[in-house]
């Protein structure tokens, strides 16, 4: 049952992969090599090889060296800067879990906070990422707490867990309220405390809540990890190897694909640790396909 | 010796606002020791709310309860009564065995002890085959059996049931009661009993209260004489129709008084 679920799933994926592949292929061959206009305004892209690469001239790119005469094949590269930026989001994600599900436990538990504080929660997320980058990056070198002194990584995975948190935080909370009263008055009558009916009641009942909020929040950190290694220039990370080859896309059009489909491996990885959770947390739950 | 005591309870919700509902007025009410007593009225006569006022998950305006000599806030801290609602009110993402065991993990008894008494309590609802299996995947019967083991698994000396039944269909009802009576006289448990349907109180109860809204009281007790062993037999007998008439006599005068001739909203006649 389970492993014809997860077979059907990845045969989904390999035909969603395939049909975007001859889509791109079919643009090409269809497409205005300089663009197309409509009314007046440029709409259709330029299906030439520059804007277009071929799909095997992407996938060949990986074989070859980063910069010319080098013996470090780009897919090593690009490899290293996708593991790199993962440990960020990871530590985003779970910086942002924390925090999300702590808010959220603290608003359940008070209302008084839940009133005072979501208002300025969902306000921060207006905030643009852009705006907050440099600034959580000045931190790096300069803030020191104690013997502790704030790495520069550490800036582009709090910007995840700026994105990461609120998805959790609201997600959690509902799911926290959604224990039926009738359950919670079942845990009046045998005297349960505050903690017995948060543990035994409120979280399980959260679970089916939580984990599309994971899901949110783990993209969240991925976006917000990349965002932030674009818009400082952090080394080391996908969102670097971007900028830096997207300056060679005239000359090595190939060479950007490269990195794109790393911070695209990146976003699967992530919503793919989440999804395992999924399966592993709902397993023993009513599926809904049976109403 | 009572099991329970209800002395001059009164309760008002929202007292001295213009949203003031006098829930309760003056209840008295004492039940022996493996009595089975259930409460009867229309909506809004307070018969939950009484409930709930025993169980100690509300705090009465005025007058006392007591459940075992106690006090029912300590009653409830030492889970002297179990209690069991419309909805079996099951945890989905435990086992049938693990949700009976709920109460005791609560009260902090050790694993092998939880276990072994959930396996006893599945024996006397008579489901020992699904300890194992999600309550999703029960029948709405079979649930609320598991919800009557939960509320026994302390062996607590009083029940608290919420009409329990009333979401079964009738045959499945019918068979619940039989089988409520069963377990309730191999435990010798005492019962308080909410429900709407006349037969379903007279069939089960020692003592049927009869309870009116507006303000919510009691208005009069009859007492069931079927004899301690009840059958489907007992479904046929004369007294068996004789107290469904007297119960249904008291609630017709319940709702004179306030001279409406309607039937009694709330109240099944089946």
Redesign the interface.
Same mark, same amino acid.
């Given at each position: 049952m389970l492993m014809r679920r997860i077979a059907y799933r990845s045969s989904m994926f390999v035909v969603a992969i395939a049909s975007v592949v001859a889509l791109w292929e079919f643009y090409k061959i269809v497409g205005p090599q300089d663009g197309g206009k409509l009314f007046g305004v440029s709409i259709l892209p330029r299906a030439n090889n520059t804007a277009m690469p071929h799909v095997w001239t992407m996938l060949s790119r990986y074989n070859r060296p980063e910069v010319r005469g080098s013996d470090t094949k780009i897919w090593s590269v690009v490899l290293s800067g996708t593991l790199f930026s993962l440990r960020l989001s990871l530590a985003g994600f779970f910086l942002g879990t924390t925090i999300g599900v702590g808010l959220a436990v603290l608003m359940s538990r008070f209302k008084v906070v839940q009133r005072g504080l979501l208002p300025y929660l969902v306000m921060s997320q207006t905030v643009p990422l852009i705006a907050l980058a440099p600034l959580v990056v000045s931190w790096g070198g300069k803030l020191q707490i104690g013997s502790f002194e704030w790495p520069r990584w550490l800036s582009a995975s709090i910007l995840g867990t700026f994105l990461a948190f609120f998805p959790i935080a609201v997600g959690t909370l509902r799911g926290l309220a959604s224990a039926p009263v009738a359950a919670v008055e079942l845990m009046d009558s045998y005297a349960a405390s505050w903690k017995q009916i948060l543990f035994k009641l409120r979280f399980p009942a959260a679970v089916p809540f939580m984990v599309p909020a994971f899901k949110l929040g783990a993209s969240g950190a991925v976006v917000g990890v990349v965002v932030a290694e674009i818009s400082t220039g952090l080394k080391g990370g996908i969102g670097r190897l971007i900028i830096e080859y997207a300056r060679e896309a005239t000359g090595d059009p190939a060479k950007v694909f490269t990195a794109v489909f790393g911070a695209a491996a990146l976003g699967i990885t992530m919503s793919g640790i989440v999804a395992l959770s999924d399966v592993l947390l709902m397993r023993n739950r009513p599926k809904e396909t049976s109403a | 010796m009572s099991a329970l005591e209800v002395v001059g309870v009164s309760k008002i919700f929202n007292q001295g606002t213009p949203k003031q509902v006098d829930a309760l007025v003056d209840v008295n009410l004492t039940v022996n020791p493996s009595e089975f007593v259930s409460l009867i009225g229309p909506s809004g006569c307070g018969k939950s709310t009484l409930l709930r006022l025993i169980?100690n /998950?509300l705090e009465p305006t005025s007058g006392a309860v007591s459940v075992n000599k106690k006090t029912a806030a300590q009653a409830? /801290?030492d @889970?002297d =009564?179990g209690?069991a $609602?419309q @909805?079996a009110?099951l $945890?989905?993402?435990r086992t049938v065995s693990k949700n009976i065991e /709920?109460?005791l993990? /609560?009260?902090g008894w050790d694993k092998t002890k939880r276990e072994a008494r959930a396996k006893e309590m599945l024996e006397l609802v008579k489901l020992p085959e699904f300890a194992d299996l =999600?309550p999703?995947q029960l029948s709405g019967g079979m649930q609320q059996r598991i919800a009557i083991a939960r509320a026994l698994a302390a062996h607590p000396p009083l029940l608290l049931m919420d009409e329990p039944f009333g979401a079964l269909d009738e045959m499945t009802r019918e068979y619940m009661q039989g089988e409520l009576l069963r377990i309730c006289g191999e435990t010798a448990t005492t019962v308080v009993f909410v429900t709407h349907s006349i037969p379903e109180a007279v069939y089960l109860s020692n003592r049927v209260i009869v309870m009116s809204p507006r303000p919510g009281r009691i208005t009069s007790v009859i007492d069931v004489d079927l004899g301690s062993k009840r059958n489907e037999d007992t479904r046929a007998a004369d007294g068996f129709f004789r107290s469904i008439t007297a119960v249904r006599e008291a609630l017709r005068g319940t709702h004179a008084e306030h001279a409406s001739a309607n039937a009694i909203r709330g109240v099944e006649d089946r």
């Open positions: - | 169980a /998950l409830r /801290l @889970q =009564y209690m $609602f @909805q009110g $945890f989905d993402w /709920l109460p993990e /609560l009260k =999600y999703w």
